[in-house]
């Protein structure tokens, strides 16, 4: 089993809708990444999070410690959010970042 | 501040050879992770360098090695490369270890080996 496991694996909606992209992780972290990755490979950091709730323009991230579950949250999804999100835990002093798979979202104009 | 580069951004190889790849971190920043990513592994933790040092490393072969210098540049390099090392290898730069930071990446360096 990985240690992060995201879902769904692929995803596809309307422009418009709003989008939840789930990740679970079975090991306590240090803390919680959301990436995004557009065709051609580039990789933007989302959000970092250890706790609680962060937001940016239309995306939202939440956590739940107790539950070893993340969130990211698209409002008003539109095609230029099409891209594959990648949920990591880790990261923080010597701790290495540990990936999941990865979501490929696509928006239908 | 310019971003994280890296070069080359595209490399073919064959099988047997050794392949260097380099990454220049944001200005400052004294961190550097490298990660490969492929279809069927998705991305990797390889290793990370700080101040020279190599703090911490991933489960890769020996093959796999890396270096960084003083002015924080990072160097990767791949001895008697197999097939399945062709793969996108990324590296990102953070300021400090101690920090929650964030992870600045490059573009990447995609690898083909035949």
């Known amino acids: 089993k990985n240690e992060v496991e995201q879902s769904p694996q692929n995803l596809t909606a309307q422009e418009g809708e709003f989008i939840t992209i789930n990740c679970s992780y079975s090991?306590?972290?240090?803390?919680l990444h959301w990436l995004q990755q557009h065709p051609g490979g580039g990789i933007v950091s989302l959000f970092m999070l250890s706790s609680g709730k962060k937001k940016h323009g239309r995306l939202i991230a939440t956590i739940n410690i107790q539950e070893k579950h993340s969130s990211l949250h698209i409002t008003a999804s539109h095609p230029r959010d099409s891209a594959v999100y990648i949920c990591a835990r880790g990261g923080f002093g010597n701790e290495k970042l540990t990936f999941g798979t990865g979501t490929r979202l696509t928006i239908i104009p | 501040k310019a971003g994280v580069t890296q070069t080359p951004r595209y490399l073919i190889k064959t099988r047997g050879q050794q392949v260097t790849l380099s990454c220049s971190p944001i200005?400052?920043?004294?961190?550097v992770s490298w990660y490969q990513q492929t279809p069927g592994q998705g991305l990797q933790f390889l290793f990370e360098?700080?101040?020279?040092?190599?703090?911490n490393k991933g489960n890769f072969p020996g093959r796999f090695s890396g270096r960084q210098f003083s002015n924080s540049r990072s160097e990767m390099n791949v001895s008697t490369l197999e097939l399945g090392d062709s793969a996108l290898y990324l590296c990102a730069s953070r300021g400090s270890m101690v920090l929650q930071e964030t992870q600045y990446f490059g573009p990447g360096t995609r690898l083909l080996v035949l």
């Open positions: 090991v306590g972290i240090s803390a």
């Open positions: 200005s400052g920043h004294r961190s």
């Open positions: 360098y700080f101040s020279e040092t190599q703090r």
